[in-house]
């Protein structure tokens, strides 16, 4: 049963005959219920298929940070879906079965916040992690934004970091990584976020430790 929420001329929710109604994200739709057809898939299908799944079990663990990294891109769609968009071509390579990253090129988060920089990193032992930065201080940027940092093992396929807790003033931390990551290859990418998180810089990729 179907319930017509503004009269005979608003949208509904539910099914009538063959049409389903609803709304997402604060969007009325109707589709025709799906017939199932057995067909069988071309190679392409199945190709981009295959993408599709690749890309979005490896951005399973970094699914924290792209909330907050891709909240302002997300008009009409999920944080989740505008990062998969944007990366979907430039950091994603090859064809299935063969799929590959570029790190380098991994987007985790997008706005116009200015970015810290000169960037250096180091690892003072196998469990410890130190950055240090300059402020950059052009406006809108503040003393009070919040540093994002994410680093990402393939073969756990996990990722550890934090957002918030270094402030953009602070120019230097010290961050003690998950213990599993201790000897391991790691994928370090920055950002900085507003402290009430209204603001977010260009994400920038770190390079391999």
């Known amino acids: ?67 907050v990294g891709f909240a302002n891109n997300a008009v009409q769609k999920t944080e989740i879906s505008a990062a998969f968009s944007l990366n979907y071509h430039s950091a994603f390579l090859g064809t299935y079965p063969n799929l590959t990253i570029d790190y380098s090129k991994l987007i985790l988060s997008v706005g116009t916040l200015p970015m810290i920089k000169n960037i250096t990193m180091e690892l003072p032992d196998n469990q410890t992690l130190k950055l240090t930065w300059l402020q950059n201080n052009i406006k809108p940027a503040s003393f009070d934004d919040q540093l994002m940092l994410i680093l990402y093992n393939q073969e756990l396929h996990k990722t550890d970091g934090l957002i918030g807790g270094f402030k953009r003033t602070d120019e230097k931390f010290i961050f003690n990584f998950n213990p599993q990551f201790a000897g391991k290859t790691l994928q370090v990418y920055v950002s900085m976020v507003s402290i009430d998180r209204k603001r977010i810089a260009n994400s920038i990729y770190l390079g391999t430790l």
């Open 1 to 67: 049963m179907a319930k017509i929420k503004r009269g005979i001329l608003g949208s509904f929710s539910g099914k009538i005959g063959p049409i389903v109604g609803g709304s997402w994200k604060g969007i009325a739709y109707i589709r025709e219920v799906s017939q199932k057809t057995p067909k069988e898939r071309s190679k392409a299908q199945i190709a981009i298929q295959q993408k599709m799944k690749f890309i979005n079990g490896l951005l399973i663990p970094f699914h924290p940070y792209i909330n």
